[in-house]
């Protein structure tokens, strides 16, 4: 067997993630957390917690402020500290299922959780000669626990709501990651198309948010799930007390306000235009595959031999994220951050001189 099949064949190392990419003096392009500093808005109620550290959180004003923007209840939100936090709750109080299956490629820390608890994983590899849409016949129907990323990292791929919404039934909880819902848009849509947040609907739906990504706040560590309280009650159960710090409860009150809406709103348009860029200049390369159209902020790249460029770019100053640790992938992947134009034009021209050497 040739050494690029056995690298496809080993077990994907699912610990891995994009900040073990990033180095000293290197340009980040491997994490997909947006780099500005975070407004006024945000950052001074977070500031203002610091002379108030003495008591324990209340996550009772945060919650309540997260229920308004999604047309929730309270009861129907489960603040947590960070989107990573929300799959090991489910992982440790769903330890009765019989059938957790995860829909790959994806992000790697739920299959994680799930395996750390003691569950047998099943997968489901979306193909990327079908630009990694999801079948939801694809998933076996005796599956009590799914899994899926919408839009998925690391693909970039926006699934329709109506299809993943399919994957819903009785007997079965449906975990629909939304941790880049809010960099998604689409023409004449308001708000974050085919999100499912606001369904209350779907038997056994679960839709885990971030507020890392968008805001720059994966230091601050700020996430919540929605769905059924009877559900949500039963993670809670399994949550450390006081898990979410006071001033990751005023980062979630703040970016619930429709001042942050609307600002998640213009940075998701420009972000698309930011993304357009970096693919039509991708295209320009001779050998270099964006599979499927981007819908978040970051893009899947195939090329041959790209793990040996992925290595010649850090020596040349710049991090990618190496594609091989996702199930479903293997070592001619890379996924790339979407930075402003300056960036991505003076990475495109790097790349192809590393290609070319």
Not at 7 to 20: F, I, K, S, T, W
Not at 80 to 100: C, N, S, W, Y
Not at 190 to 203: I, N, Q, T, V, W
Request: with cysteine.
């Amino acid at each position: 067997m040739s050494d690029q099949r056995s690298a496809v064949a080993a077990e994907p190392d699912l610990a891995h993630h994009g900040d073990a990419e990033v180095g000293d003096g290197l340009i980040d392009l491997a994490v997909n957390v947006r780099q500005a500093p975070p407004p006024a808005w945000l950052a001074t109620p977070i500031a203002a917690t610091l002379t108030d550290l003495a008591h324990y959180p209340d996550p009772a004003p945060a919650r309540a402020a997260v229920a308004a923007r999604h047309r929730r209840h309270s009861n129907e939100v489960l603040l947590t500290a960070g989107a990573a936090e929300g799959f090991v709750l489910i992982a440790q109080a769903l330890r009765g299922v019989r059938r957790p299956v995860v829909v790959h490629p994806q992000f790697t820390e739920p299959e994680a959780a799930l395996r750390a608890a003691g569950h047998r994983v099943e997968r489901v590899l979306l193909d990327a000669a079908a630009d990694f849409r999801l079948d939801p016949s694809r998933v076996p129907a005796d599956a009590d626990l799914v899994v899926i990323g919408n839009p998925t990292n690391p693909t970039s791929v926006l699934h329709p709501a109506q299809t993943v919404a399919a994957l819903a039934r009785p007997g079965r909880v449906l975990v629909v990651d939304e941790a880049f819902a809010d960099t998604t848009i689409a023409s004449g849509h308001p708000g974050e198309p085919e999100s499912l947040a606001e369904r209350r609907d779907l038997p056994g739906l679960l839709v885990l948010r971030s507020l890392t990504k968008t805001w720059g706040l994966a230091g601050l560590r700020i996430g919540y799930l929605l769905g059924a309280p009877e559900l949500l009650s039963r993670l809670a159960a399994v949550q450390p007390l006081w898990a979410v710090s006071t001033p990751a409860l005023a980062a979630a009150s703040a970016c619930a306000t429709d001042v942050a809406v609307h600002a998640e709103r213009e940075i998701a348009a420009g972000l698309a235009a930011d993304r357009d860029h970096l693919v039509a200049r991708l295209a320009e390369l001779p050998g270099v595959r964006v599979v499927g159209r981007p819908a978040s902020a970051f893009v899947l790249l195939h090329l041959a031999g790209a793990a040996a460029i992925r290595a010649a770019l850090r020596e040349r100053g710049w991090a990618v994220r190496r594609g091989d640790t996702f199930p479903g992938l293997g070592p001619d992947w890379l996924r790339v951050a979407v930075r402003d134009r300056h960036t991505t034009d003076t990475f495109i021209a790097v790349l192809r001189e590393t290609m070319e050497a």
